[in-house]
């Protein structure tokens, strides 16, 4: 892993990435005939994340770009960690990024039969035997880089008790870790994963599609190239620890390969970001020890995380394409995928009026029970969208930080006998406070201007200030989840020590009682994306009722990711 963090896009400008440009010399020299078929083969152990999509986004937008197919190959082998809740998970969060595999969903364990056989045919070659020394035993014997390892005294098991055993290891007869299947190929190969790679292990587990069928499944690199092969992807894209397996992938696809046809494995960097964690163990455990709230916790850097926290597909997307696909690890900053989603919100989210820490202003000289609509713009990056209407009356809601009684020099929101404009409608002058028993304010006066009212004649006299603000008698109170980095350090993996004690104890604040427009809150619905004027972009949570309206912050309207570029 670079120490440093790459803090320049690298975004491909219109051109092909590298593993793109591969594929397409393949394609114009005719290999495989002239066939592209990628697969995405995630092992259904837990729920996809940012950098499982960088992953797919890969495989059907090669397959999409060029004309290709792309299969959906669920990598089932280990029953003791998986799961078809995870199964259904991994299809919804392919589909919602706008994928789609059509007729081409595949589960390795299909191919557990014919891996069998193989494996059966490799022990009658002489190039398989069965070794039943312990998993610490058989890793002493490994040697090192520059050792060479020793062989197993089982190494030269006749071929008739081999199948005997490795037949009776399938029929149950031999208790988990006793004995595993080894191909026979080199101790004393430069690459660790020739010496005597394990190819099948026993476990006892049902397995969620096959049952009891097997009692011993195969390794990753026993089935991975086969079943690219079976499949007949021509293009197998995975990430660059599997660089050091593609010999032993290669090796494995020959024994059922010919000259006309052979799956090539290209590797790209993975996706590490800031401030997160991205392996599946540890997001699992987070899950399990309720230190977040489930999969989709919105703090969480899975796809139903981001998803609830208010990315969007095409955010996701944009993000990936900039950070692009290299053959170096990097660690990209969190705060460019914020970048591509304020982008994104920027253009579509309507703008509306909350005040999320809300202190009450009464306008002394605004008659009682008055009430004036004014006209607020959806979205001035969209004219189109056209306007809403937003109750004014002698009550309102504004922020509390928006005030302050001994203000700093450069503080342009209110203070006594400061005067400042309330948003789409008057100049106001604030007159004084009230104060309870322990001397917090607990409302504010001012008088205001009736010749400055926004959009007439006349009424563009300048002030440094604007506020947002809501209507008191007609303010639905409402949620807001506040959300910060799931982690208070930058990069939580290369901390020596338990991860856990790394999370952001501030990650979330909840604030009970925001006051939010009426006609916000006539049409909230679960999923939906708002701008809240001068605070950010939120989206309706799930948890929303028409009571109890539940708002997540996705991001700030502030642009980190800009500082760091200038940096
Ligand atoms: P495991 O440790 O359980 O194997 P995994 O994250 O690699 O975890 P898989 O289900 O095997 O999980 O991953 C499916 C595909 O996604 C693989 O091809 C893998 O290379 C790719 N992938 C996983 N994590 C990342 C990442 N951070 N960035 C890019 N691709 C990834
Ligand atoms: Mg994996």
Not at 68 to 86: A, H, I, M, S, V
Not at 199 to 212: A, D, E, F, L, V
Not at 400 to 423: A, H, I, Q, W
Not at 485 to 508: H, I, K, M, Q, Y
Request: with cysteine; aromatic share 10%.
């Amino acid at each position: 892993m670079q120490e440093n963090i790459i803090s320049e896009e690298t975004v491909n400008e219109g051109g092909l990435n590298f593993v793109e440009q591969e594929i397409k010399n393949d394609l114009e020299a005719g290999k495989n005939g002239g066939r592209l078929n990628t697969r995405f083969p995630p092992e259904p152990n837990g729920y996809l994340h940012i950098g499982h999509a960088k992953a797919f986004i890969m495989d059907f937008g090669a397959a999409e770009k060029f004309g290709g197919t792309c299969n959906l190959r669920f990598d089932d082998t280990n029953p003791q960690k998986e799961d078809t809740e995870y199964v259904e998970a991994i299809k919804e969060d392919i589909h919602w990024l706008g994928y789609d595999w059509e007729d081409r969903l595949y589960y390795a364990s299909d191919y557990f039969p014919k891996l069998y056989d193989l494996a059966v045919r490799m022990i009658k070659e002489g190039k398989a035997y069965v070794d039943e020394q312990t998993s610490e035993e058989i890793a002493a014997q490994k040697g090192s880089p520059t050792v060479p390892g020793t062989h197993s005294p089982y190494r030269n098991r006749p071929v008739e008790e081999n199948l005997d055993l490795f037949e009776r290891m399938n029929k149950g007869e031999f208790d988990e870790g006793s004995m595993v299947l080894r191909a026979k190929i080199d101790m004393a190969s430069d690459n660790m994963h020739f010496r005597d790679p394990i190819m099948y292990r026993i476990i006892k587990t049902p397995h969620w599609r096959t049952g009891n069928t097997w009692n011993v499944y195969p390794m990753y690199d026993f089935a991975h190239g086969q079943s690219d092969y079976f499949e007949g992807v021509t293009h197998s894209i995975c990430t660059l620890e599997f660089v050091p397996h593609r010999p032993l992938y290669e090796w494995f696809v020959k024994e059922l390969a010919d000259e006309s046809y052979c799956p090539r494995q290209i590797e790209f960097n993975r996706l590490n970001l800031t401030y997160t964690v991205m392996s599946k163990r540890k997001l699992l455990q987070l899950v399990k020890e309720g230190l977040v709230a489930g999969w989709d916790d919105p703090r969480m850097p899975t796809l139903r995380g981001l998803r609830r926290r208010g990315y969007t597909p095409s955010s996701i997307k944009d993000f990936v394409n900039r950070i692009g696909y290299t053959k170096y690890e990097a660690l990209n900053h969190i705060e460019l995928l914020e970048h591509s989603v304020r982008e994104d919100l920027n253009k579509t989210a309507t703008r509306v009026s909350v005040v999320q820490n809300p202190v009450k202003l009464i306008l002394e000289n605004y008659p009682e029970g008055k009430t004036e609509m004014m006209q607020m713009e959806n979205n001035p990056e969209n004219p189109a969208e056209g306007t809403h209407d937003m109750p004014f009356t002698r009550e309102l809601w504004i922020e509390r930080e928006d005030f302050m009684e001994n203000p700093p020099k450069k503080f342009f929101r209110l203070s006594p006998d400061k005067e400042v404009r309330l948003k789409g409608a008057y100049i106001i002058k604030c007159t004084g406070v009230k104060k309870d028993e322990n001397g917090d304010i607990v409302e504010i006066y001012a008088t205001y201007d009736p010749d400055t009212k926004s959009g007439m004649p006349g009424s563009d006299r300048k002030v440094k200030g604007t506020l947002h603000w809501v209507s008191v008698p007609t303010a639905t109170q409402a949620e807001i989840r506040d959300y910060d980095r799931l982690f208070a350090v930058e990069n939580p993996s290369a901390e020596e020590g338990d991860f856990r004690e790394l999370l952001n104890p501030e990650s979330l604040k909840i604030r009970e009682n925001a006051m939010i427009e009426p006609w916000l809150a006539e049409r909230i619905q679960a999923g939906d994306h708002y701008q809240f004027q001068r605070l950010g972009y939120y989206v309706v949570d799930k948890d929303t009722t028409p009571e109890k309206p539940v708002f997540n912050k996705t991001v700030g309207l502030k642009d980190s990711w800009a500082k760091i570029m200038k940096k």
